[in-house]
């Protein structure tokens, strides 16, 4: 994407948002074929087309506070993360991935991509657990809010290198987004919001800390990136925040 100037020409060519990366985009497929195979062996093992009870869930590594603080098993921060319930629940967040992953993909690389996904899935977790102890949760959903985390933050790296009316509607589209994801969160129950925020807050940081510029953080300034850290770390309180919320509109407060 190049940049117009309406000055007159000056040596130097305009800058390129540097998004595209060498070689066949695979992960983001790769994660897909996970999650529809993780589903498939749910229905071997009997689960219904439309979803697990919660026992079922916990028999096949959903996260939950007890087994994982009490009983040590830490696996389930993982395993939850490939888990759904239900049809309908594995197709809308595949569909999201299917959306959101190549671009990312793309502009951190494969691996820097996969350690974002995962390790987001594993943060949205612990905020799970550690908002609601009595909660079984699983499903990719803190994974796909780190994409749009990292989608934000990548507007927001490349801020400068885009035309000003491209960077407000991109980020403007992606806070309506996450805006209306909570907003669905506050009014159905079973939605995990404390999860959905605890992923944005790290696919925020994330999209910042992998940027595949090498020179990111110096050039984009410290107290810029100091900010942007900031912002991330604050989304987990209000992650609990909006929990409260949740739970008084659903009247388990």
Known sequence: ME??????????????????????AWATPALIGLNAC????MLWRGV???GPDGQQALALGANEYHAVRLEGQWWRL?????????????????????????????????????????VSGVAASVVSIHWDHDVVSL???GSIFALLGAHLA??????????????????????????????LGLSIPHIDNAAHLGGLAWGILGGFLLDRDLLAVPRM???????????????PPLAFAVGIASALVHGRG
């Open 3 to 24: 940049i117009m100037e309406s000055s007159p020409p000056v040596a130097t060519p305009p800058e390129r948002v540097r998004i595209v990366v060498a070689g066949r």
């Open 38 to 41: 993780a589903f498939l062996w």
């Open 48 to 50: 219904g087309l439309f």
């Open 78 to 118: 993982v395993t939850s993360t490939f888990l759904h319930g239900g049809i309908l629940h594995l197709a809308v967040n595949m569909w999201a991935l299917r959306v959101l992953g190549p671009f990312i993909e793309a502009y951190l690389g494969p691996p820097a991509f996969l350690a974002l996904y995962l």
């Open 139 to 141: 499903g990719a959903s």
């Open 154 to 183: 990548f507007f927001v790296r490349h801020r400068s290198e885009l035309p000003r009316a491209v960077f407000r509607a991109q980020v403007r589209n992606v806070l309506m987004l996450i805006g209306l994801n909570v907003l």
């Open 221 to 235: 300034g410290m107290r810029r990136w100091l900010g942007a850290a900031g912002l991330a770390l604050l989304i």
